[in-house]
């Protein structure tokens, strides 16, 4: 971390100011609305104690649906320019590598005091979004609120009862009529979806694996897979930050907006389809890129990680830029949407906490935080250090890789090619699902194309894993 510039450890300034905070916000005023009687309730992850936004339905006249989301109000305790936030601008996310997580906030305020946690009631901004039956945004508003959650609950469990593989969780039946206000949300969540995709928002499956442990010792790679339940609160959380870029632009200020440009490898795109039999216009369409990937995911869908980890790797990443009233949106490609901020994880990330204080000063008419120039210069900030967190996650996953296949030199593997540049050329394994790097015979191939290859040899201590081609 410290030689990406990124700081593992809060400074006694920060310490000081923590140790000045005596419990959350909860104030209550005439401004602030009380919707701590609704059925608020958080799915995340079954270990996630930094819990950022809860939601609730509310089924309106005409078969149209209300969706609140609320968002922990990071900022009444983070102020702008105090230590703690200096730590948190400095490093703009919070790092989660195998071995242990570096959060961006001291755990006092993102687990606990600025967390939206069970039986808690705690200050949070509310995206209010009314959505038709068909999926479309009819009305969407942002405002400062007092909440409840009701039910913490895990996806994992949540995705089980929600396909009727389970029980009910327990957590959802204590809670009177909450089991229902969840399906509310999942058809909501599902339409949202199928609109987003029917505009060209691209269906992308990726094989993400974590660490199983036995006590110290690595044991395995665990394949996680997209569920249903993660489906309610993505869906849901790209519809938040499309409502909340939009309020902003609606009001004449600025925005901090995350976009996916256009690709500039599209030609490689170009091949990949029509390896599969497609073909794809010259020109960027991501309608007919989508087209494609739902025909190949039906075609054989234990192999679309494979292809959408290449698709992934060719649109090129995400980044953040300042958006002006009356500019052009850059929008994001993968999501074909033109208007899309981070606003909903502020405990985690730094944009997220940029724009809520943006969001607050439109709410309230206050002196903006930021001006233009600051936030032009933290956009580019943000896009890099984000980039440098997510090598340090990968350097420790890759280490913890080597471990994994350090007794598995000379063993071959079926593989994929995930990168192919000058400086080098990148396969995953089809499993267990890790990366390195292809040393000899990389001659000629590029991103998407499947091969064999053999472990040439592991470094632990500085994550190499390195093959060979292997056959022609």
């Known amino acids: 971390m410290v030689e990406r510039g990124l700081l593992p450890d809060f400074s006694p300034r920060a310490l000081a ?7 959350p916000a909860t104030e209550t005023d005439s401004k602030r609305r009380d919707l701590r009687q609704l059925p608020w309730c958080s799915i995340d992850n079954d270990d996630s104690r ?42 703009t996310t919070s790092v989660y590598t195998d071995a242990v ?15 939206l946690n069970y039986a808690s009631e705690r200050n949070a901004l509310v995206v209010e979004m009314v959505v038709s039956e068909e999926g479309a945004l009819l009305r969407s508003d942002v405002y400062e609120a007092l909440v409840r959650n009701h039910a913490k609950l895990a ?27 969840i399906r509310i949300q999942d058809r909501v969540a599902q339409r949202l979806k199928m609109l987003r995709h029917e505009h060209g928002a691209l269906t992308l499956e990726t094989v993400e ?19 249903r339940a993660k489906d309610i609160i993505e869906d849901l959380m790209i519809a938040a930050n499309g409502a909340t870029a939009r309020f902003l ?16 490898r599209w030609d490689r795109i170009r091949e990949l389809a029509s390896d599969y039999g497609q073909i794809l216009s010259h020109e960027p369409d991501a309608k007919a890129l989508e087209a494609f990937l739902t025909h190949a995911q039906a075609a054989d869908p234990l192999r ?7 698709i992934i790797k060719l649109l090129g990443s995400g980044e953040y830029v300042l958006e002006v009233p009356g500019g052009v949106p850059s929008g994001h490609f993968g999501l074909a949407v033109q208007d899309y901020s981070h606003s909903t994880a502020p405990n985690r990330r730094y944009p997220d906490l940029i724009t809520q204080r943006l969001l607050k000063a439109a709410i309230t008419g206050h002196h903006m935080p930021y001006e233009n120039e600051e936030l032009s210069s933290l956009a580019k900030h943000c896009t890099e250090k984000e980039d440098d967190a997510r090598k340090v996650e990968r350097h420790v996953k890759k280490s913890a890789a080597a471990m994994l296949l350090e007794h598995r030199i000379g063993e071959q593997f079926e593989a994929i090619v995930t990168g192919a540049a000058e400086k080098g050329t990148w396969v995953r394994l089809l499993y267990p699902p890790i990366e390195g790097r292809l040393t000899s015979g990389f001659g000629g191939i590029d991103v998407g194309q499947k091969l064999r290859v053999q472990l040439v040899q592991t470094n632990v201590e500085r994550g190499y894993i390195d093959f060979r081609r292997v056959g022609a």
């Not at 100011?17 to 419990?23: T, V």
Request: glycine residues 6%.
């Open 17 to 23: 100011e923590l140790g000045e905070l005596r419990g």
């Open 101 to 115: 997580i570096f959060p961006m906030l001291p755990e006092k305020l993102s687990t606990d005091l600025t967390s």
């Open 209 to 227: 694996a974590r660490l199983v442990f036995d006590a110290d010792e690595i044991k395995d790679l665990q394949v996680e897979r997209k569920n």
């Open 304 to 310: 679309f990680p494979d292809l959408s980890l290449a």
């Open 50 to 91: 930094d819990l950022d936004q809860l939601t609730v339905a509310e089924v309106m006249p005409g078969k149209s649906v209300k969706i609140l989301v609320a968002i922990a109000d990071v900022d009444a305790l983070v102020k702008k320019d105090s230590a703690i936030d200096e730590h948190a601008c400095r490093n």
């Open 249 to 264: 632009t609606a009001r004449g200020l600025p925005s901090f907006r995350r976009v996916v440009r256009t690709p500039k």
């Open 155 to 181: 996806y994992n469990s949540v995705v089980g009862w929600l396909e009727g593989d389970a029980l009910i969780p327990a957590e959802i039946r204590a809670v009177p009529g909450l089991d229902e206000n």
